[in-house]
């Protein structure tokens, strides 16, 4: 569907914008183009976080009704007109399938892109896997609620982390922003691991960078208004003069996607065994390996609430097919619910 989205753009030259405000800092820019100087050394990962606290949305009993002022059918769109199985119709989609990608794609897909602009790639991934569950409570949502996605660039792998619980059973009583984990003083944020030093991009508008001991070496602050390059944009019928182009966006979104179709082909393992397959893979088990102890910290019995260990999906870049899944292929698309269907010629 993106590809077809950028197809159309191009060839009725409309102007295109992604929601990826970040890519209008200047602060990141510069930020951006000072790491990839050389200023710390080799990229050794580019990580984005998603600390972002998720209650549980609750369970029902059986199907929900649809408020009167609501034009289901329109609602659901391509997807399934299946009877409404949440408490809440808006918002809560996110967690299920037919119609969301967890908070991989809904919040991470902004610190996706950042940790992306800093590795400086423009392909989806040549090799993807995923680990994760919907762990901590029983509620009916679907999609993972601690996840983490590893994109195995040649450069330098791109790691994103999804928690959604707080940093322990005891924060559970009083859930928030202040409850949730941290990683170098970053929760919702992208964090570049380098040869010497890393930088911190904790928001939309700021970035800092330290020394292989935590010291601030260098910072970077302010943005330009997303909305004013759009305008801009319009104005000069230049696709180019956007900060975030659709292209941009297009990719982005597509690594969380292809981090979950992963997870989604995956099957439950026990630690141990998770490990065994991580063996060879040193970054992958210490996101791993903190990834457990704070399922531990909220009370997760991993021996019997078992972790989802995903495929190991190879793909190529250029035609944006995987190479070893049939499975996988199928679920770069979905099956249309007519009319809703996106045309195979734009």
Same mark, same amino acid.
């Given at each position: ?54 209650? *549980? ?110 940093? *322990? ?40 960078a330290h020394d292989k001991e935590g010291k601030l070496i260098k910072s970077w602050k302010g943005a330009d208004d997303h909305y004013e390059n759009f305008i801009k944009a319009c104005r000069s019928r230049k696709h180019t003069d956007l900060n975030a ?24 393992? *026990? ?31 991993l021996e019997k609430d078992k972790l989802t260990i995903g495929e190991f999906l190879t793909m190529d870049p250029k035609t944006e097919r995987f190479t070893n899944s049939r499975e996988a292929d199928a679920q770069l698309t979905r099956l249309y619910r ?9």
């Amino acid at each position: 569907e993106g590809r077809q989205m950028i197809a159309a753009a191009r060839q009725y030259k409309k102007i295109v914008q992604a929601g990826t405000q970040s890519r209008s800092s200047f602060a990141i820019r510069e930020a951006v183009a000072w790491v990839q100087a050389g200023n710390l050394g080799k990229i050794l990962v580019a990580r984005g976080l998603c600390y972002k606290p998720r209650q *549980s949305i609750g369970k029902t009993d059986g199907p929900q009704t649809v408020p009167d002022n609501i034009n289901y059918d329109l609602w659901c769109g391509p997807a399934p007109l299946d009877p409404l199985r949440r408490k809440r119709l808006h918002y809560d989609w996110h967690w299920l399938w037919a119609y969301g990608c967890g908070d991989l794609g809904n919040q991470g897909i902004h610190e996706m892109d950042r940790a992306r602009w800093f590795l400086g790639e423009s392909e989806l991934a040549p090799r993807v896997f995923s680990v994760g569950g919907r762990l901590g409570y029983d509620d009916d949502g679907e999609t993972a609620n601690t996840q983490f996605i590893f994109h195995d660039y040649a450069k330098a792998p791109l790691i994103f982390e999804v928690r959604g619980l707080p940093r *322990s059973k005891e924060a559970q009583k009083n859930w928030g922003s202040s409850t949730m984990d941290t990683l170098l003083g970053g929760r919702v944020a992208a964090i570049i691991h380098c040869e010497g030093g890393y930088i911190v991009n904790p928001d939309y508008n700021s970035a800092t960078a330290h020394d292989k001991e935590g010291k601030l070496i260098k910072s970077w602050k302010g943005a330009d208004d997303h909305y004013e390059n759009f305008i801009k944009a319009c104005r000069s019928r230049k696709h180019t003069d956007l900060n975030a182009d659709i292209a941009e966006g297009y990719v982005s979104s597509s690594l969380c996607h292809t981090g979950n179709i992963s997870y989604r082909l995956g099957s439950k393992k *026990s630690p141990g065994e998770i490990r065994e397959r991580l063996q060879a893979n040193g970054a992958a088990l210490e996101t791993f390996g903190r990834m457990q102890e704070h399922l531990t910290a909220n009370g997760v019995d991993l021996e019997k609430d078992k972790l989802t260990i995903g495929e190991f999906l190879t793909m190529d870049p250029k035609t944006e097919r995987f190479t070893n899944s049939r499975e996988a292929d199928a679920q770069l698309t979905r099956l249309y619910r007519r009319p809703y269907v996106v045309p195979e010629k734009v």
